[in-house]
């Protein structure tokens, strides 16, 4: 596998590209990367590559099996998976009004909850209508915010009010608020801190020995943790970011940690004794509320042999990934110390794994690439301006007969043509569609992946 990284496309006609897990590091500046592979329901290998902190050549800055990284919103799946133990507990209902249960902070009433309400299952299958997507954290020298001026988006908060805009269950979206809604909630029922109820329902019963919630991370323990690095491999100031967002966004934890929840998760499925949670919940928790969306914490894909479920995460200098198919008892956990790099890298590193251990519906895409014409091809070289707050520009090139683009928080891209206007990006498989006008120069592009569909113009 360390060998074997592979792009997401494969492009007919040409020798496939293999690279080395080192190769890819230093093409995204990844500092360090942490990972635990999952074959036969355990851990079949864990493994740390590259260094803590850029450019370090302290043996002791190597990073290990061992390394905290902060997992972002995987943190989402962790909380989730610890709400369940209270409700088999008997201590909460998922479809009860949440309201009925917080103390210390009520989610406001308004026209969108007269007849329903937000609820646990909804808050962790992100159908409750809540907003606020995500949480930047915060410098180690800045103020930290309490719960309550989080979620009333009161200063020092550096965020929006997490407040119900549309009807609960009405519609899936994606609300890192609601979480934070559940942190309250559970510690409003239960009396306890946040990071020590994590470490008695969850961390301590599923074996996540390194993992804490605590926010922020104790000085005892900031020599076992990666430093967060953006762009080339810039350390952030400070080394990392403090969110009091723990249930959404807070954990500092190990590869290996997280894939033992996801084989734990997985035997709880199955039945098998002395699981975190009976098989009927691990059951709900892994079938989606909506389709195509989130079970009680893990986006959901696949059925059958295929079934999968995982979560990703990034905080502000870190990115991470977790995959788990539990009918074949195979996945991964994949962390990196750069949030911008790490996306791609990613990417590269599961589908080596997938070729390797036999992961389900997970091949590169393979595409045919047309010829263009000469002025074809420099009818869509050019500079195109991108959406405010995307980075400014976005070039595209020709370079030794291909076309390449360059976009900022992207590596270079080759562009595969698949008809005039259409184009393939070649490693991450993204969409490219040029507008063309009557003499073939291009006045815009659309670049549909990632989630997004950005509309960029072509400058003068």
């Known amino acids: 596998m360390l060998r074997g990284l592979r792009p997401h496309v494969e492009i ?44 370090s ?148 019963p599923a074996g996540m020995t390194h993992s804490t919630f605590e926010q922020p991370l104790p000085a005892a323990r900031a020599g076992e943790a990666a430093r967060a690095h953006l762009g080339e491999g810039e350390t952030i100031p400070g080394g990392w970011h403090v969110y009091p967002e723990m249930a959404p966004a807070g954990l500092w934890t190990t590869a290996s940690d997280l894939a033992r929840l996801a084989i734990a998760i997985a035997d709880a499925r199955a039945g098998r004794p002395k699981a975190l949670l009976s098989q009927a919940t691990a059951e709900q928790m892994l079938t989606p509320v909506v389709k195509d969306g989130y079970g009680l914490g893990p986006a959901i894909d696949g059925s059958g042999r295929s079934l999968e479920f995982g979560h990703g995460g990034s905080t502000v200098g870190f990115l991470c990934n977790l995959t788990m198919y539990p009918e074949i ?59 405010d707050g995307m980075g400014g520009t976005a070039e595209v090139k020709q370079e030794g007969g291909r076309l390449v683009m360059l976009a900022p928080r992207l590596p270079k891209e080759e562009l595969i043509p698949q008809s005039e206007t259409e184009f393939v990006m070649g490693t991450l498989g993204w969409r490219v569609t040029f507008k063309r006008e009557a003499g073939g120069k291009a006045t815009g592009m659309t670049v549909d992946g990632g989630g997004m569909v950005v509309e960029a113009t072509r400058k003068p």
């Open 12 to 55: 007919v006609g040409r020798p496939p590209v293999r690279w080395t897990l080192e190769e890819r590091m230093a093409h995204h500046h990844v500092p360090g990367i942490s990972i635990a592979v999952i074959e036969g329901g355990r851990i079949a290998w864990a493994r740390g590559f590259g260094v803590k902190t850029a450019g």
């Open 57 to 204: 050549a302290d043996p002791k800055d190597a990073v290990t099996p061992d390394t905290l990284f902060q997992a972002g919103s995987i943190s989402k799946l962790v909380t989730a998976t610890a709400m369940l133990r209270l409700v088999e507990r008997g201590t909460l209902e998922l479809d009860t009004d949440v309201n009925r249960y917080l103390k210390t902070w009520k989610v406001p009433d308004n026209e969108y909850t007269e007849k329903e309400k937000v609820t646990l299952r909804r808050l962790a299958s992100h159908t409750a209508g809540l907003t606020v997507s995500g949480f930047p954290g915060y410098e180690r020298n800045q103020p930290i915010p309490t719960l309550v001026q989080i979620l009333n988006g009161t200063a020092p908060a550096n965020t929006e009010p997490v407040r119900v805009d549309a009807v609960p269950g009405s519609l899936s979206r994606y609300s890192g608020g609601g979480t934070l809604v559940m942190q309250l909630l559970m510690t409003d029922v239960t009396g306890k801190p946040f990071p020590a109820l994590m470490q008695e329902l969850l961390l301590g």
């Open 329 to 387: 008892g195979v996945g991964a956990v994949v962390m990196t110390n750069n949030e911008e790099g790490g996306a791609s890298l990613l990417r590269e590193i599961q589908l080596a794994l997938a070729a390797e251990y036999g992961w389900p519906d997970r091949a590169p895409m393979r595409v045919t690439a047309i010829e263009l014409s000469a002025a074809s091809a420099a009818g869509v070289a050019g500079s195109y301006a991108l959406p």
